[in-house]
């Protein structure tokens, strides 16, 4: 242990993780990374996906159009209010002698404010308007806007789209800035800051607005110091052509940067020293990495959770198709870093077990004392590779990487009468890991080769699921040493910020924690899966690449019907 590391050893702390449903607070000691205490939040709205209820909107319950996913900012504050304070008290330890806190967020989420930070939902008169209210990152209804962007932006030939894959997502900025102001452009006119919400939670910690360099990258489209131009917005839009001047631009963070001090307001809710230091903020996915010590080239760290992030550093500069994004220092400074994903992974599980799966099978596991996931684990773990007879698309809830569609919709093809339901859970495990094995695909053919697989999130705890992966891909997987690997890399982050180490590398090396190669591929297995991988490129290029466009076609006659049928309930 270094003669510095040694000053820290009672020094502490605190990372916070926001994720889909719920926050999560972990209490690190600075001078070797041991976890001391954690505290996890749910937030009380959860997603708003069906409509704004009358609790908020204090009137009528207002309806969601399909394909939105909105959350209250307010339930971000109680986490600091509930989950810092239950963790510090978890821990044991003198809240004066913590010394930073840093926070993580899912992203693209988006917060439409006021000049000072106030969300427009709390505004008089907004708490009935959807557009008011947070756009979580699985909010799909901007695909409209992104199709324009990415038309526009191929036409026009700007220079920014290649690091992008070629496509931008509706999840992304700009692609829900543009929905907002065509579909409420009074909404639009009240904001006057466009906030990620990495960035919102800082500001609420520490009353200073400073966008994080990760977040303006992937999915700010900030590129080489620049936005996209005027000139281009307004072709989209004539009112959107000071969008970047008016709602966006802000000074930007370097990740471990200090965004600066904690205030009196959120000293008093979370109980920690008024003045520590509050970290830039940064992406769940990225501040995974540094946790997992994978800052080398070669390294993907898959976050594993209701969806999947895929990062990973590189030395060079190359386009990858459909990746989301590659940043010059978007993860560790100095290397140019990568991000991919799957927008549906843990929510296609849930989807499946709590919609799709028969009353016997419930049973079955309340017997056996165990969840249907665990139950339904335990049978499909006893079949031979392709046993179930299936193969699925992992298009549940769209296409992040590769084909950046979020209009693609699941499929399982060969279900007969003697389908089971544990076999359709092990095709869809398989699924998504035939997605990140296209994902490993297109980064190794591009120049970016990918020798290992490092997973967090809570999904590593399912042995069949982590094995699955090792086979398909071919790659040995390790697992951070944390359950809480997004905290623990906001906790390093705010280790840097508090200058108890010099950069994230070496935090990462003092803190971080992994177990290697925990799951090796079988080669048996390996060569089952590349039969069945081969099916689901088939049908992954056929449905994903114009073969049919039978899902897009799908979707819109379903928006059509919902309109109908609300149409006919107001005139009623």
């Known amino acids: 242990m270094s003669e510095h590391q040694h000053d820290h050893d009672d020094a502490y702390v605190v990372g916070?993780?926001?994720?889909t449903l719920s926050g999560r607070a972990l209490v690190v000691r600075v001078s070797d990374g041991t976890e001391l205490g954690s505290a996890v939040h749910p937030y009380r709205h959860a997603v708003l996906e069906r409509s704004l209820p009358s609790s908020l909107t204090g009137g009528a319950e207002?309806?969601?159009e399909p394909d939105w996913a909105l959350q209250v900012p307010q339930d971000y504050r109680e986490v600091l209010q509930v989950a810092v304070p239950a963790a510090v008290e978890a821990a044991?330890?003198?809240?004066?002698?913590?010394i930073g806190i840093a926070t993580d967020f899912t992203a693209c989420t988006m917060v439409p404010t006021r000049a000072d930070g106030t969300p427009l939902n709390e505004v008089d008169g907004y708490a009935d308007r959807p557009h008011a209210y947070v756009k979580l990152w699985k909010h799909h209804a901007a695909q409209a806007q992104a199709d324009r962007i990415n038309a526009l932006a191929e036409q026009r030939g700007e220079s920014w789209l290649a690091r992008y894959g070629g496509l931008l997502s509706s999840e992304w900025e700009l692609a829900k800035g543009l929905q907002l102001l065509e579909e409420d452009p009074d909404v639009?006119?009240?904001t006057e800051r466009w906030v990620e919400a990495a960035d919102w939670i800082v500001w609420q910690l520490c009353g200073a607005y400073v966008r994080n360099a990760c977040?303006?990258?992937y999915k700010g489209v900030l590129q080489d110091g620049a936005y996209p131009s005027a000139d281009f917005l307004a072709a989209l839009n004539p009112a959107f052509a000071d969008y970047v001047e008016t709602k966006v631009e802000q000074p930007i963070g370097q990740l471990g940067d200090r965004a600066g001090s904690l205030s009196a307001r959120a000293a008093a809710w979370t109980g920690l020293p008024e003045g520590i230091a509050v970290a830039v903020g940064n992406v769940d996915a990225h501040v995974s990495a540094p946790a997992a010590q994978a800052v080398d080239h070669g390294q993907m760290v898959a976050i594993m959770g209701t969806s999947t992030c895929h990062v990973m550093s590189a030395?060079?500069?190359?386009?990858?198709?459909?990746?989301c994004g590659v940043v010059d220092g978007g993860i560790v400074a100095g290397s140019w870093g990568y991000e991919a994903g799957q927008s549906g992974v843990g929510d296609i599980f849930g989807w499946f077990v709590e919609h799709g799966v028969p009353p016997y099978v419930h049973a079955e596991a309340a017997a056996a004392g165990r969840s249907v996931h665990e139950h339904l684990t335990a049978l499909a773990a006893e079949q031979e590779v392709g046993e179930h007879g299936l193969v699925a698309l992992d298009w549940h809830s769209g296409n992040r990487s590769v084909l950046v569609d979020h209009e693609l919709s699941g499929l399982v093809v060969g279900q007969t009468?003697?389908?089971r339901p544990e076999d359709v859970y092990r095709a869809l495990i398989e699924a998504t890991a035939f997605g990140t094995r296209t994902i490993i695909e297109a980064f190794t053919s591009s120049g970016v080769p990918v020798e290992e697989l490092v997973v967090a999130g809570g999904l590593s705890k399912n042995h069949l699921l982590m094995q699955v992966y090792a086979d398909v891909t071919r790659l040995p997987l390790s697992?951070?040493?944390?359950?809480?690997g997004p905290a623990l890399g906001s906790a390093l982050h705010a280790a840097v910020a508090a200058g108890a180490y010099a950069d994230i590398r070496a935090a990462a090396k003092a803190m971080g924690s992994v177990q290697r190669g925990v799951f090796v591929p079988d080669e048996e297995s390996a060569l089952a899966y590349d039969a069945l991988f081969a099916e689901y490129t088939a049908l992954h290029d056929h449905f994903g690449r114009g073969g049919n466009d039978v899902m897009h076609r799908l979707r819109a006659v379903r928006r059509d019907a919902v309109r109908r049928r609300r149409t006919r309930k107001d005139a009623s």
């Open 16 to 19: 916070v993780d926001y994720g």
């Open 62 to 64: 207002v309806a969601l």
């Open 92 to 98: 044991g330890v003198d809240p004066s002698r913590v």
């Open 188 to 190: 639009y006119a009240r």
């Open 215 to 217: 977040s303006a990258g």
């Open 315 to 323: 030395g060079v500069l190359r386009e990858v198709p459909g990746m």
């Open 417 to 419: 009468l003697a389908t």
């Open 479 to 484: 697992v951070v040493g944390s359950e809480q």
